[in-house]
DNA sequence: GTATATTGGTTGCAATCGTAACTATTGATT
DNA sequence: AATCAATAGTTACGATTGCAACCAATATAC
């Protein structure tokens, strides 16, 4: 059980954790300014556009690794702008099957041209290279997260 | 200014975020349950820990990306346990610097110890090579970040 | 030298968050 | 079918957060 000295500058967590936040709050910074849209809702949003259908609150959060609470809350502030609405299941009715409205879609694909351009930002800032490892790397850690049950 | 269809799944503040938030929530669970340390004090401790010098409290933010806000209240709550002790600046006295005490040094010790075992359980489950491709992707991510001003 | 700006750090307060407890509904057990 | 367990989602509440306003000390401008 030898162990080397420590050097945080290269501890995983730290690291993830920096490029994550950094990354992150750039793109916070312009969907807050131009939609008045919280990190929650930007992401129920996306699962939900994304996905292409109907989902449920809880599938909503274990793909976007959300606590409940907060995508309740997030749900709700969305259904308050009709971007999206809530229909109950006929057969068990502790599900409701959350969709995007005509405007809520037309929010999704606005915001998704900001996110397309961001990421060819980021391309373009780091470079095919990196970006490729980066992207390496990161499905390494998906491949490894399926195999443990995460919560956020 | 032609985009292709939006992919959640390969966006990369969304990756980046969950794998981040994946790795840092399994270690954040071993340092709470053994030391009662929030994620701010683990931060501060490492920052200081690591450097092996004593630092200001704006050092310590601007090196591992938190508010001023959470450093203050993360430095005051390890001074309490006495992990650590504020000298003043004799010639500006603006400054704290902010050293470990013997204990902190122990208690550093000790959760780097931690850490180094749990990086080495990461490199276990990712295996060399996407270890390597991740890291070479945060080494560009680190890059670009020096190229502008955060916060967090 | 005095006024003003800047910087390091703390604190009040409103907003956000997560745990735990709750309601409502369905499934399982007997 | 009546009780108990499990699941979807909401909410009350305490804890954490970050913005803005603040104090104190130093640097700059005049």
Known sequence: MARD???LESFLPYRLNRA??????RFAAQYRARYQLTRPEWRTLA???????????TEIGAHST???TKVSRAVFSLEQRRWLKREEDGRDRRFEHL???PAGEQAYKELTELASRYQAE?????????MKALSTGLRGVERVMTKAAVRG
Chains 1, 2 share one sequence.
């Open 5 to 7: 000295e420590f050097e």
């Open 20 to 25: 994550a936040e950094f990354v992150a709050l």
């Open 47 to 57: 699962a939900l556009g994304s996905s292409g259908r109907s989902m449920t609150a």
């Open 66 to 68: 959300m606590h409940k």
């Open 99 to 101: 969709a995007l409205t």
């Open 122 to 130: 980021l391309l373009s800032m780091l470079g095919t290279e990196d």
